[in-house]
């Protein structure tokens, strides 16, 4: 069975720009969570979709933003770019909720922000 | 607000050492708690998922315990190896939406 999938693995962009992450969970899962992870914050939750409905939201601002399509895949996309979005996103995929099933992750796609 | 805290930060050990890694959070409400690894620039492996009513669970050479009245855990690692270096990070669901990790501990495993 084939893990998660990020696409695309690394991504240059500048300041103000806006960029669009992919993820592909595992055959069957249908909970898709995205995460963001820096030297100086650590791993921090930014959202979670489930059947095409974003279930769960962390703490970061509106520029941030996903959504999920019918066949669980699912998108990220940060608008207006800012140094400090620089960092390594990561998709995990779990049966039907991150909370109380196994997640599995991707390998994750970083991001430079100049 | 749930802190998860880990400690040591890093930890170096030789080759065939038992060692006890720990997690210890503030808020007991969770739903689960998970210890993943990771290694250098890549993404996380899950090693172990522990609900809130279980107290531990084992896989091969890895034990997780979880006591959530104290709010710690600990993830032992029995005779460890070189390829067990990598950070190791434990997660904790809250009630709330927003999943907590700890910072990590960074083990290295000298042959």
């Known amino acids: 069975k084939a893990g998660v999938t990020q696409t695309p693995r690394y991504l240059i962009k500048t300041r103000g720009q806006q960029v669009t992450l992919s993820c592909s969970p595992i055959?069957?899962?249908?909970?898709v969570s995205w995460y963001q992870q820096t030297p100086g914050q650590g791993l921090q939750f930014l959202f979670e979709?489930?059947?095409?409905?974003?279930?769960n939201k962390g703490n970061f601002p509106g520029r941030f933003s996903g959504r999920q399509f019918s066949n669980s895949r699912s998108e990220m996309n940060v608008s207006t770019l800012e140094l400090g979005d620089s960092a390594l996103y990561l998709c995990?995929?779990?049966?039907?909720?991150?909370?109380?099933?196994?997640?599995?992750f991707g390998p994750g796609t970083r991001l430079t922000v100049l | 607000k749930q802190e998860v805290t880990q400690i040591p930060a890093a930890l170096s050990v030789p080759e065939g050492e038992n060692l006890v890694l720990n997690c210890s959070f503030t808020d007991s409400a969770i739903y689960n708690l998970q210890w993943f690894r990771q290694d250098p620039g890549k993404g996380l492996t899950s090693l172990l998922l522990?609900?809130?009513?279980?107290r531990e669970q084992t896989s091969g050479r890895l034990n997780a315990s979880l006591d959530k009245s104290s709010g710690r855990s600990t993830l032992y690692i029995a005779a460890s190896q070189p390829g067990d270096s990598a950070t190791y990070l434990c997660?904790?669901?809250?009630?709330?939406?927003?999943?907590?990790f700890g910072a990590g501990t960074r083990l290295t495993v000298k042959p």
């Open positions: 979709y489930f059947s095409e409905t974003q279930r």
């Open positions: 522990i609900q809130s009513s279980q």
């Open positions: 997660a904790v669901s809250p009630f709330d939406n927003d999943m907590r």
């Open positions: 995990a995929s779990s049966l039907v909720d991150r909370r109380g099933d196994t997640q599995y």
């Open positions: 055959s069957g899962h249908r909970s």
